[in-house]
């Protein structure tokens, strides 16, 4: 049985959890690295953190999870956190980059 998202959902599904500390939402701020949703409907979100010592990281990917299991279909949800390639501001999209005054 095929799930009834597809990555590009789930990806505008993460768009509601937001950095507590910068208040732009995680997929703008480029932390999201990729979504893959597989045929059972489980997702690994592969992601990065704004530093390692982000103290709000374990709140992070508990909302990640909690934003994923609200789509139908959902069976699993894995957060892959990785540091390579490190964030930078220059990952923001360019209305993060609007947001907080960025030119």
């Known amino acids: 049985m ?5 990555a590009e959902e789930a990806r505008e599904s993460l ?5 507590p500390e910068i208040g732009i939402n995680i997929v703008d701020l480029g932390l ?3 979504v ?12 990065t953190l704004t530093s390692i010592g982000c103290p ?3 709140v992070i990917v508990q909302e990640v999870t909690g934003a994923l299991k609200e789509l139908p279909g959902i069976n699993d ?3 892959k956190l990785v540091w390579s390639p490190p964030w930078s ?15």
Request: proline content about 4%.
């Open 2 to 6: 095929a799930v009834a998202f597809t």
């Open 15 to 19: 768009k509601n959890v937001y950095d």
């Open 32 to 34: 999201v690295y990729d």
């Open 36 to 47: 893959d949703v597989a045929e059972q409907g489980d997702v690994l979100v592969t992601m």
């Open 56 to 58: 709000l990281g374990p």
């Open 77 to 79: 949800v894995d957060v």
């Open 89 to 103: 501001p220059e990952s923001m999209s360019e209305d993060a980059k609007d947001e907080l005054g960025m030119w």
